[in-house]
DNA sequence: TTTTGAAAAATCATCGATTATTTGTCAAGC
DNA sequence: GCTTGACAAATAATCGATGATTTTTCAAAA
């Protein structure tokens, strides 16, 4: 029986809901510890530029060394973790121009992978992006309840992977996933509210109507009107809690 | 004093000549592995596809057990080794299909971010990539003598990245060095000797040229056309070689 | 008061051994 | 002959202990 805290009974209700776009459950020590330091370090449990103790993860996670390092060393890639010799593991710190460097980038490679998704992408792709959209739509996002978030969070994430994923881009595909883990920890951090001055609902389904339509020029500047705004508020959040 | 096979020597001198994209002397195994593995993966010493078995690895590099696990996570990162749960880690395929996506994200982000160099870039930046220039036309390279052939991989992967490093963008940066490290692969397993049919020197100095000049659209058409050149001429050899 | 430096504590890195999983082998059954 | 399943060998994953480095502490000197 599982120690750990409450949490992850969530969060693996969360993973199999949400299937196709995060790991599966894997058996290794190492690799259940990817999925639970990841999602500790974008829902803000594991605060930004902290360093990590290894002995006190150790403990809290009730885990050994060994898959410890291990799995933080991999969660390299995704740009959530940081690391020097001697010096050990730290969460990577947030900023304005991090979060800048996120939205730019997103625009960019977004629009390109979905482009590419609309010249290449088969019929399959489009009903999965359709199913995206009406999972996400049917979705409640309830600031007083924190599990709608977390769940709107999971469906909304696998929104975006679906619209760009018939490219035919794997190492496309992992970039975005990777722009989309930081973009995620900036609103799961900062942004606990719903801003009322966008109907969030209405952008995606103009996104995904455009991409079925296959009508390029429509559904990325959608896109990328959506990236940039929801940049533009999280930016504003940052401000006024003085982050730099 | 070191045991290893004595390319290492060779190493540590190229580092040392180009010292600002590549890591510094570090002092863990495990660091020092990442780079030794790095090399010899993009080299061809290990063969693309082929099973890295965790035994045999820790005799060959004289190394225990924990700081290669460790290397090889952090080697994911870099695209250069994948894995998977009990099944161990392996050395990244090869495929026609990778080199030409390769080939395309190169295209698309390293013009971005030369775009975005040319508009923040300083003028030390400028400097940097007259002097990379420079460098890399007075490096010989000739295909009788294996030790030039590094040589030039070397200062032409310096070249690159200077020309994009003014962009201040390091999640662009990072991205662009790994797409560079796979391609880097591609050439010096398959492109051993020299087309040709390009001037390759007059291609850098025409982009070198118009990104000090600022020319956007030049710079970025001759970058792209360069990319694109490569990503021809490497395709010809794989499928000389027979590989899909 | 500030600076310096050595000892102590904390923390990271590595190792060898043990446990768990997968892969290969081969004989029994269909 | 082909499949199936148990056994054995190979390999990966994990652990606890040991060694190396960095950081902190604190007293002595400037």
Chains 1, 2 share one sequence.
């Not at 885990?63 to 890639?77: M, Y």
């Not at 969030?200 to 429509?218: C, K, L």
């Not at 533009?232 to 003085?242: D, S, V, Y």
Request: hydrophobic share 35%.
């Amino acid at each position: 029986m599982q120690s750990g805290p409450g949490s992850l009974i969530l969060e693996s209700g969360a993973e199999a809901a949400t299937s196709s776009f995060l790991d599966d459950g894997k058996n290794t020590i190492a690799s259940q510890l990817v999925s639970r330091l990841r999602e500790a370090i974008i829902s803000g449990q594991l605060e930004a530029g902290s360093k990590i103790n290894l002995d006190r993860a150790k403990q809290s996670f009730n885990v050994s060394l060994s898959p410890l390092r291990e799995a933080l060393a991999r969660l390299i890639s995704d740009g959530l973790v940081e690391f020097e010799d001697n010096r050990g593991y730290r969460v990577s710190p947030v900023s304005l121009s991090n979060l800048e460097e996120i939205t730019s980038l997103r625009e960019e490679f977004e629009t390109y992978a979905l482009r590419e998704s609309m010249r290449v992408g088969d019929v399959e792709w489009e009903g999965n992006v359709m199913r995206a959209l009406h999972r996400l739509n049917r979705t409640e996002r309830d600031a007083a309840k924190p599990e709608t978030l977390e769940q709107w969070e999971a469906v909304h994430r696998e929104f975006h992977l679906t619209l760009i994923s018939g490219c035919r881009k794997p190492l496309l595909l992992s970039f975005c996933k990777t722009m989309l883990n930081l973009n995620d920890r900036y609103r799961r951090t900062f942004l606990t509210r719903t801003s009322g001055d966008r109907n969030v609902s209405v952008e995606h389904s103009e996104i995904a109507q455009g991409t079925v339509a296959r009508d390029m020029e429509y559904a990325c500047d959608r896109l990328r009107e959506h990236i940039h705004r929801t940049g533009t508020n999280l930016r504003r959040h940052l401000a006024e809690k003085g982050i730099a």
